[in-house]
Each structure stands twice: as C-alpha cells, then as structure tokens.
C-alpha cells in the first residue's frame, strides 16, 4: 500500500485577539465541511483558557474567533470532547472539567428541571450555519462526568468512552441516538481504564455497520496495543493484536496522541484496507504526579492502519514530506475529506517537550496511489 503525506502549516494571522487565544493544549477540535472549530483548553496547567471558539478555514480565508453572545454559551473547560454531524451541521461538546481541582463539570443524569435549575452541564450543540450554541436536554442514563475521554460519532450516534472522573479512569462506553437524545450503556472496554486515549469509527469488515476501534491511553503508564475493536452490532469488544507490517514491534506506546478514521475507500486493495491514521502523541511519559505541569518524552511519527481481508491488522509507518511539525502530545486533531481522492489531518496546539503550549496549527495532506 502506497501513501503519500505532507505537512502544510495553516494560517493562523490576521484575527485581532485571535494571537492571546492561540496557544492551548487539552482543548477540542472538530472538522466539518471546510472548516475546524476549536473549543477549550489550557495555557497555565489545569486553568481553561476561555470559552471563545476559534474557526479556522481550510481553504485559506482568515480564520475567525466567535465569543459569547447573549445567547446560551458553554462555560470554558478542560479535557473536553468536541464532534461533528454532517447531517445536522452542528457540532457535539460534552464533558470536561473546570479549575485545579480535578473534579469534572457535573453531568445531569436526565432532563429534569431540578437538574436544569442546578446548572448541571448535558450535550452543547453548536449549529454551524446560525452559529449559535444549545444546551440539550438528554434522557436518563447519560455517562458520569469526566475528563480526558474519547469520543467519536457513527452515523448518527455520538459515543463516549473511557476518561478521568474525579477519582480514577474508567473504560465505560456510552452511546447517545442524536435525534432521540436517548443514552445506551454500551458494553465496557477491555481493562484497564484509562484517559487519553483515542476511538475512531470505520466500516466493518462486512460493511453495513460500524465498528470502533481503540489504541492507547494512560492508566498511571503509557499503553499501546492491542488494537481493542467495539462491533456496534454486536456490541460486544475483542482485542486484536496490530504489529508493524515493516519492522519488529508495533508503535511506541502513547497517550493524548492523534487516531483518525480514513474515509471508507480511501486505499483498498484485495489485500487490505487503510482505515486509520495513527499520530505523535505523549510517549515516554513525564512523573505521573505532575500531570499537566510537566512534560514528558512527545513523539512526531505516524502510521496508517491496515485491515487485511482476513481481519488481521497491521500498522505501517507513514513517511512524510515537508516541514515537520514539533513532536507534541495534548493536542487537537480532526480529519477532513477532499475532492480527488484527497484526505486531511487538521492538528492544532498541545505541548511539547519544553513543557511549552503550542500556536500553530497544520494540515496533513494524504493521498493513496492510483487516487
């Protein structure tokens, strides 16, 4: 399988206040159409950087930052999960935490109105084309609050997996039906839980549903394989082991890294799907007791997953041309599909190994042979 990638830096001048706002790690990133929203964040350790979202155009135009209204607007936060819907053009933030406290923003269980008056936090759907947030009342059995969980949309289901509550990680799953606004508990992860890890959503093997697949996170260590993968079907986990197909080993062991979806059809063979895209990331990681006041060992690699007609997996790594990113971990990333065959990570922010917060922002630019 052939793959070629280039690094494109994105423009991030020309906004008045955009400059101050820049600069964050632990924040969110969605792609829809065009364009990248941003939301949250940190500069100084474990304080939210504000609630502005920041827009920025993959086409070229300047880049925008919208701030609250009168409107209904969520509160800033760290360790959030921002998503995209096509259909409904809107974006999904849900979770996160406030302060140094650790103790996440709380979550309603339910669309009561003691729970409305208490200010407790449920679904924010940002609606692209009116530009206005809304706070969404969902039914019983939403997940508990947390920090640092994944989170990914199939068709119209938003999931919800694994993170940091106020003590511990968990390797919960949750499923949200986007036009009911009903929660399922879906079945658990394979051990253990952790935070910061990733899930992208990709056809199954079959075709006709989705599955879920999981690489990596932090459970008081940095973890890599196996390549646990969640059948919606099913519903129902297995673990798959996912070696490089070019080398001894699979990919370093990493945590708040970048692990994508590739648009179904993207590079197929008779031999094998690309389905993933594995990026950077928090390797080697710093004293668990400093957290997010310190910086430990960043990675600047990637490597696109492949499916074998048989169901086996293999990562590969991805050479890539152009100026090269600083290794970073604690960023935001997204995928963007083109015209022509052309896909695009979008990677904004994080920290590097100077245990500095990072401006800029890129494209990744894919193109598979023959497309």
């Known amino acids: 399988m052939s793959l070629t990638a280039q690094w494109l830096p994105l423009a991030l001048a020309g906004v008045q206040g955009l400059a101050p706002l820049a600069a964050r790690s632990s924040h969110a990133l969605a792609v829809l159409g065009d364009k990248a929203y941003i939301f949250g964040g940190e500069l100084k350790p474990r304080t939210p950087i504000g609630d502005e979202l920041l827009v920025l155009d993959l086409a070229g135009a300047a880049p ?7 409107a209904p ?7 959030a ?5 096509l259909p409904s053009r809107s974006l999904y933030l849900w979770g996160g935490r406030g302060g140094k406290d650790m103790a996440p923003l709380a979550m309603r269980a339910g669309a009561s109105a003691a729970a409305r008056e208490a200010g407790e936090e449920d679904v924010w759907q940002f609606d692209t084309r009116s530009e206005q947030w809304q706070l969404l009342a969902t039914g019983e059995g939403a997940p508990s609050g947390r920090s640092y969980h994944a989170a990914t949309v199939a068709g119209d289901t938003m999931y919800i997996h694994a993170g940091c509550p106020t003590k511990g990680r968990l390797e919960t799953l949750h499923a949200l039906d986007l036009n009911s606004l ?8 394979p051990a253990p839980g952790r935070g910061g890890t990733a899930i992208a959503a990709v056809r199954s093997p079959a075709g006709g549903s989705d599955v879920l697949l999981r690489w990596g996170g932090f459970a008081g260590y940095e973890l890599g394989g196996p390549l646990d993968v969640y059948d919606v079907q099913a519903n129902a986990w297995t673990s798959h082991a996912a070696p490089l197909n070019d080398a001894d080993g699979e990919p370093r062991k990493r945590s708040v890294h970048g692990f994508v979806p590739l648009p179904p059809g993207f590079s197929r063979s008779a031999e094998q799907d690309a389905i993933a895209l594995l990026f950077f990331g928090e390797g080697e990681g710093a004293p668990a007791e400093l957290g997010h006041d310190g910086a430990g060992k960043f990675l600047d690699d990637v ?9 086996t997996y293999a990562f590969q790594a991805v050479q890539t041309d152009g100026t090269l990113p600083q290794a970073r971990g604690w960023f935001a990333s997204g995928v963007a599909s083109g015209a022509q065959g052309n896909t695009s990570v979008v990677l904004h922010g994080g920290l590097n190994e100077h245990n500095e917060r990072l401006a800029d922002a890129w494209k990744l630019e894919l193109r598979a042979s023959g497309a």
């Open 64 to 70: 925008r930052v919208l701030s609250r209204s009168s």
């Open 73 to 79: 607007w969520p509160a800033p936060r760290v360790g």
């Open 81 to 85: 999960t921002l998503v995209s819907h």
């Open 182 to 189: 009903r929660w399922k508990q879906c079945a658990d992860a």
């Open 303 to 311: 490597f696109v997953l492949l499916r074998s007609a048989s169901g």
